[in-house]
């Protein structure tokens, strides 16, 4: 028996209308996206990854095509708090602690005092932030702070994970560290995430699909299976299956790069 | 605040050396005529002595402003009508008054202009048109209006402070509520939060640090408001009336003590509106 795709787009379109014409973010986009699946979007500025991870989450309308999230409209799935969105900065609240920020969309839920208060216990120590409750976000260095923004979007009950570039402005060790750390999250949470990038070792690193995807307009240009096992210790980066996967990513965006 | 003792001393200090320097030079046209009718011969000593002791001075010296609120504060009764605490009293409930209600009017104002796209086109020229008139020449129609009706007393000088500190608040306030940017909006609407929700939970904490600034320069103002609706009613109270009364009199050394006074005032609501803040910033770990 297979289960429905998690994520289902169907000629997806996106149009801008700018000053200087219209702009094609997205063109003519299908993908499906399953249950459990840790998909990678990647590509050049401006290819749309990030405006398709926001069609997803309905902070940006499509204008063409179909997309549902959890079987039901982006809309739909939105107002049912379907996912959780880390976006690229931690956008954390300076007047709030830790605990406060990752309370914030439980209250805003209305989750109860006592329940809100495990939640927050739980996903602290599921990002390794147990102890820094009470810090306020200035305390902490970024790293600690994107974790403390993943430990947020994990607080409620979404299945699904969407990541803006959510280690784009950290430095390679601690992006390392943070990779290898959502990947045991991943296994242990079996939430199914969108993740948006340009580095390609992070992609292979942590997916199962990977989707390149290239601009003007917009499109997927290839989808990549990975066939590396579950279980990846950041070592498995130097081995010939890797990199043969990273060849091919690389080869995909160049191909879709044209000559410009 | 140890280190800005001496700076503030020093220039203190300065100040007071300008302001004797300045009582010589302005007073010693009298003195010269005076001596010249009683057939005296000034000399250096005299001239001083008799500069920083006039009746009625051209600008008093310090220490005889200094005298005055003495004798008008500690040495009167609160309850008499020539004491200075009296009628700091009177200005002071005023200006309170009407602080509160401009910042009142001033944080509704900017929630409407903020949430509602004809308020932001359609109030905020008016807003600025509104200070651009003198408040001298709006204050008595304000007051003679109002009186008019039936209102009398504290409320109309009140309105002319809630007139003058309304503005800073919607200002600061617009700016405040509209500095969370698109991602924490953006965010928020992956929660699906409640316009109020993002309201309470995000706008109005964010603009917390304009509002401090902008009820500091609010406080200010609704003082000067108070003062300047003393004036036109002849008001028989308040540190407005003080000033009035000493100019019709020649009351210089009268005129300075409730400036002094008024000056100290403002200080120190402007002082406590700080210490608010540092404490409110504090609590939300956004201390500086």
């Known amino acids: 028996m297979t289960l429905p795709p998690v994520i289902s787009a169907k000629n997806l379109s996106l149009t801008f209308e700018t000053n200087d014409g219209p702009v094609h973010a997205l063109k003519d986009v299908s993908l499906d996206i399953e249950k459990g699946d840790f998909v990678s979007f990647i590509g050049p500025s401006g290819c749309g990854k990030t405006t398709f991870l926001r069609c997803m989450a309905d902070l940006e309308q499509p204008t063409g095509g179909s997309i549902t999230v959890n079987c039901v409209s982006a809309a739909d799935a939105r107002m049912a708090r379907a996912y959780g969105y880390v976006f690229q900065a931690a956008g954390l609240y300076p007047w709030r602690t830790i605990g406060g920020n990752i309370r914030l969309p439980l209250e805003i839920m209305g989750y109860s005092k006592a329940d809100q208060a495990a939640r927050v216990a739980r996903v602290l120590e599921l990002v390794e932030l147990s102890g820094f409750e009470k810090k306020f976000p200035w305390q902490l260095s970024g790293g600690m702070q994107q974790r403390a923004s ?26 390392d560290h943070l990779n290898e750390q959502l990947l045991r999250l991943w296994a242990r ?15 292979v690193y942590l997916s199962t699909k990977i989707v390149v995807m290239s601009p003007r307009p917009g499109r997927i240009t290839d989808v990549i299976e990975s066939s590396l096992p579950k279980e ?4 498995i980066r130097e081995t010939p299956e890797f ?6 990513v690389r080869e995909g965006l160049r191909a879709g790069h044209g000559d410009d | 605040m140890k280190q800005s003792f001496a700076p ?37 000593t005299s001239l001083i002595k008799d500069t920083w002791a006039q009746d009625k001075p051209k600008l008093p010296a310090p220490h005889q402003v200094a005298a005055e609120i003495w004798r008008t504060t500690v040495e009167k009764k609160i309850t008499s ?24 009017l001033g944080t509704l ?28 020449a709006i204050a008595p129609m304000i007051i003679v209006v109002l009186n008019a009706v039936g209102i009398s007393g504290l409320l109309p000088k009140a309105m002319i402070g809630m007139y003058l500190s309304f503005f800073p608040i919607v200002v600061g306030m617009v700016k405040g509520l509209r500095s969370p940017d698109q991602m924490q909006l953006d965010q928020m609407r992956t929660w699906h939060a409640s316009a109020s929700q993002t309201f309470w939970r995000l706008r109005l904490p964010a603009s917390m640090p304009y509002l401090f600034t902008s009820l500091k320069i609010a406080m200010a103002a609704s003082l000067v408001g108070a003062i300047i609706g003393e004036l036109p009613t002849g008001a028989v109270a308040g540190l407005g009336a003080r000033l009035l009364a000493g ?28 210490m608010v803040q540092r404490i409110t910033l504090k609590r939300m770990g956004m201390a500086q």
């Open chain 1, 232 to 235: 990846r210790p950041l070592e």
């Open chain 1, 150 to 175: 993943i430990a947020r979007a994990l607080a409620f009950d979404a299945d699904i994970l969407l990541m803006d570039e959510p280690f784009g402005a950290l430095d390679e060790i601690v992006r």
């Open chain 2, 109 to 136: 104002l900017a929630v409407g202009i903020v949430y509602n796209r004809t308020m932001d086109m359609s109030v905020m020229p008016w807003v600025i048109a509104s200070q651009t008139i003198p408040i001298l």
């Open chain 2, 8 to 44: 503030v001393l020093t220039v203190v200090g300065l100040l007071l050396v300008v302001w004797y320097a300045a009582a010589i030079w302005l007073n010693a046209d009298w003195t010269y005529d005076k001596a010249k009718r009683s057939g005296e011969i000034v000399t250096t």
């Open chain 1, 243 to 248: 990199l043969e996967i990273a060849h091919r």
């Open chain 1, 189 to 203: 949470t079996e939430k199914t995430i969108a993740f948006v990038t340009h580095s390609i070792p992070e992609a």
């Open chain 2, 247 to 274: 100019s019709y009199y020649g009351q210089t050394i009268q005129i300075w003590s409730a400036l002094l006074m008024a000056a100290a005032l403002a200080a120190v609501l402007v002082g406590i509106i700080g």
């Open chain 2, 81 to 104: 009508k020539r004491s200075l605490i009296y009628h700091s009293w009177i200005t002071l409930s005023a200006t309170l008054l009407g602080f509160g209600l401009g910042t009142v």
